[in-house]
């Protein structure tokens, strides 16, 4: 049983001083590589803390999902990347096949880009969150008292979805280039510095759904239900709540957050078959620093990986290091953060 | 786990509520949202806040602090409460004097004897002296068989019994 809280209230100081921890040591090893390679303000700006937003706005779409599922239901969803993936490839679809000029565009076109951008994100999103429920309630709900066979389940279905991606002949294995809107897809000058439009939309995408999440588990009653739940499913249920329903609506929501990951990323690096695991791999470190089950720490972990990948490429690219360091320092900053905090940032003491 | 094919939640629908033995209230929510979570359809608090903050003005104070924060026995009323938001027609009350001052446990004795004036309550406690206060009926349950049932004055007479069951009288 959890009793891992989705950390969405007022504390006390010193409940407040002891999860910053985490982000204090970051942030001084955020300086410190300043102090090996420094950078201009703009260059600042614009080449190192916004690039590592907009990763964290990706990163926090799937973690979020992630790490609710599995405060909630203690399942581990192996094939929560697999879910952004496909929330990629039918935005992707959706934008190339309304393409009254893309050689096999389907039957029904728009001519205007944004509008089948829109249309990819929410049919994306919905498609993902629908499939999320699907998969929740066929497969997974019998599994619920067996865990070691919900890990071979999720795991299992990374091998489905991705073969079946591959399968799908307007898709195929090899990667497709990004289509931005045509209203996303210059950029602006910030600190006299170029930066792509379509990044800002990302982070503002992000936060705003960050934002809305956490009004919805604070203010509405169904948040106030999953938080319960998160807490102890089995009561809830005692009180005459119907919690699987909860529990498939968590999954959908999950799963759509995922997808609309995917969806945005698609316009931002393209699709391939390995999207899902690579972006995957980097939600789980940012799920298990922010402390498995909470929602907040899912935000943090998300802002704090995406910014360490950022400024250690500036490091490594400045000193002429070799590029695998780069790659290694996210797993350093998880391995840091669970000496510390062996439960993350906002994980339960133990 | 389902009973006679209807799951937790159906049963808890029919009317009944569950007071546990830890007492299993939502820590990091706050009293306030703790109550409004048991409403099983609209305006149930509305309904029942009287009662409830009248057996424990205490709870009324604290509406808006986290679940966790309360002392034991605040946490034990609050727990007494939750059950009391929606109509019920049993409450289902598990150890409720467990962990708790001596003081405490009077208070919330004379509550559950208070709030069975509105409901029928089921009691399973060790302390029996408390116990045999404010009750009616009695069941001995012994290896999960009722052993012994009847009117709670006539097992308080009965000292060869409660000796053999419950070793003190």
């Given at each position: 049983?959890?009793?891992?809280?989705v950390?969405?209230?007022?504390?006390?100081?010193h409940?407040?001083?002891?999860?910053?921890?985490i982000?204090l040591?970051?942030l001084l090893?955020?300086?410190?590589?300043l102090?090996?390679?420094?950078?201009?303000?703009?260059?600042?700006?614009?080449?190192?803390?916004?690039?590592?937003?907009?990763?964290?706005a990706?990163?926090?779409?799937?973690?979020?999902?992630?790490?609710?599922?599995?405060g909630?239901?203690d399942?581990?969803?192996?094939?929560?990347?697999s879910?952004?993936?496909?929330?990629a490839?039918?935005?992707?679809?959706?934008?190339?096949?309304?393409?009254?000029?893309?050689?096999?565009?389907?039957?029904?076109?728009?001519?205007?880009?944004n509008?089948?951008?829109?249309?990819?994100?929410?049919?994306?999103?919905?498609l993902g969150?629908g499939?999320g429920?699907?998969?929740?309630?066929?497969l997974?709900?019998?599994?619920y008292?067996?865990?070691?066979?919900?890990?071979?389940?999720?795991?299992?279905?990374?091998?489905?979805?991705?073969?079946?991606?591959?399968?799908?002949?307007a898709?195929g294995?090899?990667?497709?280039?990004?289509?931005?809107?045509?209203?996303?897809?210059?950029?602006?000058?910030?600190?006299?510095?170029?930066?792509?439009?379509?990044?800002?939309?990302l982070?503002?995408?992000?936060?705003?759904?960050?934002?809305?999440v956490?009004?919805l588990?604070?203010?509405?009653?169904?948040?106030?239900?999953?938080?319960?739940?998160?807490?102890?499913?089995?009561?809830?249920?005692?009180?005459?709540?119907?919690?699987?329903r909860v529990?498939?609506?968590?999954?959908?929501?999950?799963a759509?957050?995922?997808?609309?990951g995917?969806?945005?990323?698609?316009?931002?690096?393209g699709?391939?078959?390995?999207m899902?695991?690579?972006?995957?791999l980097?939600?789980?470190?940012v799920v298990v620093?922010?402390?498995?089950?909470?929602?907040?720490?899912?935000?943090?972990?998300?802002?704090?990986?995406?910014?360490?990948?950022t400024?250690?490429?500036?490091?490594?690219?400045?000193l002429?290091?070799?590029?695998?360091?780069?790659?290694?320092?996210?797993?350093?900053?998880?391995?840091?953060?669970?000496?510390?905090k062996?439960?993350?940032?906002f994980?339960a003491?133990? | 786990?389902p009973?006679?094919?209807?799951?937790?939640?159906?049963i808890?629908?029919s009317?009944?509520?569950?007071?546990p033995?830890?007492?299993?209230?939502?820590?990091?929510?706050?009293?306030l949202?703790?109550?409004?979570?048991?409403?099983?359809k609209r305006g149930d608090?509305?309904?029942?806040?009287?009662?409830?903050?009248?057996l424990?003005?205490?709870?009324?104070?604290?509406?808006?602090?986290?679940?966790?924060?309360?002392?034991?026995?605040?946490?034990?009323?609050?727990?007494?409460?939750?059950?009391?938001?929606?109509?019920?027609r049993?409450?289902?009350?598990?150890e409720?004097?467990?962990?708790?001052?001596?003081v405490?446990?009077?208070?919330?004795?004379a509550?559950?004897q208070?709030?069975?004036?509105?409901?029928?309550?089921?009691l399973?406690?060790?302390?029996?002296?408390?116990?045999?206060?404010?009750?009616?009926?009695?069941?001995?349950?012994?290896?999960?068989?009722?052993?012994?049932?009847?009117?709670?004055a006539?097992?308080?007479?009965?000292k060869?019994?409660?000796?053999?069951?419950?070793?003190?009288a």
């Open positions: 049983m959890t009793t891992q809280p950390t969405l209230r007022r504390r006390r100081l409940e407040i001083v002891s999860p910053l921890t982000p040591v970051t090893l955020f300086v410190l590589i102090l090996l390679a420094p950078a201009s303000l703009p260059k600042l700006v614009t080449g190192i803390i916004l690039p590592g937003l907009t990763l964290a990706l990163y926090f779409l799937i973690a979020a999902g992630l790490s609710l599922i599995f909630l239901m399942v581990l969803n192996f094939a929560h990347g879910l952004f993936m496909v929330g490839y039918i935005a992707w679809s959706c934008n190339v096949g309304l393409d009254p000029l893309y050689p096999n565009h389907w039957p029904v076109t728009i001519a205007n880009s509008a089948r951008f829109v249309i990819g994100l929410l049919v994306g999103t919905l969150a499939l429920a699907v998969v929740e309630v066929l997974i709900r019998p599994l008292k067996r865990p070691i066979y919900q890990v071979l389940l999720t795991l299992g279905l990374v091998f489905v979805f991705d073969a079946l991606v591959r399968s799908v002949p898709w294995s090899d990667s497709k280039a990004p289509i931005k809107p045509s209203l996303l897809a210059g950029s602006l000058e910030i600190l006299g510095r170029r930066f792509p439009t379509y990044s800002l939309f982070i503002v995408l992000g936060l705003t759904l960050a934002v809305a956490a009004l588990l604070r203010r509405s009653r169904i948040g106030m239900t999953i938080r319960a739940g998160v807490q102890d499913s089995t009561m809830v249920e005692a009180l005459g709540i119907n919690v699987r529990f498939t609506g968590v999954f959908a929501l999950g759509g957050l995922a997808a609309l995917g969806a945005a990323a698609a316009s931002f690096i699709v391939y078959p390995e899902g695991l690579e972006y995957q980097f939600a789980f470190i620093i922010g402390g498995l089950g909470s929602y907040s720490g899912a935000a943090i972990g998300a802002l704090l990986i995406g910014l360490a990948r400024f250690s490429d500036h490091l490594v690219l400045e002429g290091l070799p590029t695998a360091i780069a790659s290694a320092s996210t797993v350093l900053v998880m391995a840091v953060v669970l000496l510390l062996p439960g993350g940032v994980g003491k133990e | 786990m009973i006679n094919g209807r799951r937790t939640f159906q808890a629908q009317g009944i509520g569950y007071v033995e830890h007492r299993a209230i939502f820590r990091d929510l706050t009293v949202e703790n109550l409004t979570l048991a409403e099983r608090l509305r309904r029942s806040g009287d009662l409830i903050f009248g424990f003005p205490r709870l009324h104070e604290r509406l808006q602090q986290q679940g966790g924060t309360l002392s034991g026995g605040e946490q034990q009323m609050l727990a007494i409460a939750r059950a009391l938001v929606p109509d019920n049993l409450l289902l009350i598990d409720p004097s467990e962990g708790l001052a001596p405490i446990i009077e208070q919330m004795m509550a559950i208070q709030l069975s004036a509105y409901t029928t309550v089921l399973v406690e060790q302390n029996f002296r408390m116990a045999s206060a404010i009750s009616q009926r009695y069941y001995i349950v012994d290896d999960g068989r009722t052993v012994h049932t009847g009117a709670m006539a097992l308080r007479d009965n060869p019994l409660v000796q053999t069951y419950l070793g003190a």
